[in-house]
């Protein structure tokens, strides 16, 4: 069962259905969940299991060929696939995004809905902290549609924090995939237990590991789009964009001017070369 609408379920819950209801499939052990990145420890006493990162793990892949996999559909993709077919741009002030997800229809979230409050301070904290316009191919957009949209798009984990890998090369490095029984039962055991001191709901599960880390998919570009919006930065780009196209011009002729002067040369010496042969053949042949 989810733990209050935040994406996840309690590893208590999550051991219970596979001892209990017969849900097998839901015995990952603790190291493997870690380094699939599918297992929330922001509270130690309180471990959860991240539903949209689990998913989306290769553990949940077919594999029928050695050349490809057969995995969950990755149900942010389409949220994101939105949210760029109607900016057409790769940046977005915090209002424009605010203004095209709340119409936007989830598995789990209807259309109209209102952002919840620290969502819209999330997203107005990413567009202070890029001035204004938020990249939308970045890991701070990801961490916060993970906020907006706990249920359908996955944690993004910092670079390297992770190890995903399939059970199968999980196995091979002498590693156990699976949980055994008396794990399981600790887990339900201190979860039956254990009264949590802080009740989360949606809007603490995704904030609990909020980071300001940022992993941008072109950083170059977005800073030079950046650049091209500042006050000064168009001005500063055509100078800059008509002084390199000018020297690139330049090396251009000078390359184009040196390659007909050499062909030219070697034009003019297979000429003479054919006029002597010619002349030689004549002689001969007289």
């Known amino acids: 069962e989810e733990f209050e609408g ?10 219970g259905s596979a001892l209990h209801t017969g849900q097998w499939q839901f015995s990952e052990s603790v190291g493997y969940l870690r380094d699939l990145g599918a297992l929330d420890e922001s509270e130690s006493s309180n471990l959860r299991v ?11 892949c077919i594999e029928p060929s050695a050349y490809y996999g057969v995995c969950c559909i990755d149900e942010c993709e389409e949220l994101l696939g939105h949210v760029e077919r109607q900016l057409e741009a790769s940046t ?12 936007v ?3 789990s979230l209807a259309v109209g809905r209102e952002l919840s409050t620290t969502s819209m301070r999330r997203l107005e904290e990413l567009g202070n902290h890029y001035d204004g316009r938020i990249p939308i191919h970045g890991r701070l957009f990801a961490q916060w549609l993970h906020l907006a949209y706990p249920r359908e798009c996955p944690y993004p984990h910092v670079s ?28 339900v055991q201190a979860g039956r237990e254990m009264l949590s001191a802080r009740n989360s709901t949606d809007e603490d599960g995704g ?12 950083a170059q570009a977005h800073y030079w789009e950046m650049a091209r919006r500042a006050d000064k930065g168009p001005y500063r780009i055509t100078i800059y964009t008509f002084f390199a ?13 040196g390659l007909h002067a050499m062909l030219r040369g ?21």
């Open 160 to 187: 390297g924090t992770i190890r995903p890998k399939s059970a199968k090369a999980w196995m091979e490095a002498g590693q156990p995939t699976t949980a055994s029984r008396e794990e399981m039962q600790q887990h």
């Open 245 to 257: 196209c000018t020297a690139g011009a330049a090396l251009m002729f000078s390359s184009i001017n």
């Open 50 to 60: 991240i539903i949209p990162n689990y998913l989306n793990a290769p553990s949940n």
């Open 207 to 218: 904030s609990a590991w909020w980071s300001m880390e940022e992993e941008l998919v072109d």
């Open 105 to 107: 229809p989830s598995a």
């Open 6 to 15: 935040s994406g996840r379920v309690r590893l208590a819950d999550f051991y």
């Open 92 to 103: 977005a002030t915090p209002k424009e995004i605010a203004k095209m997800l709340v119409n």
């Open 266 to 286: 070697y034009e003019l010496i297979s000429i003479k070369r054919l006029s002597r042969w010619a002349r030689t053949s004549l002689k001969h042949s007289m």
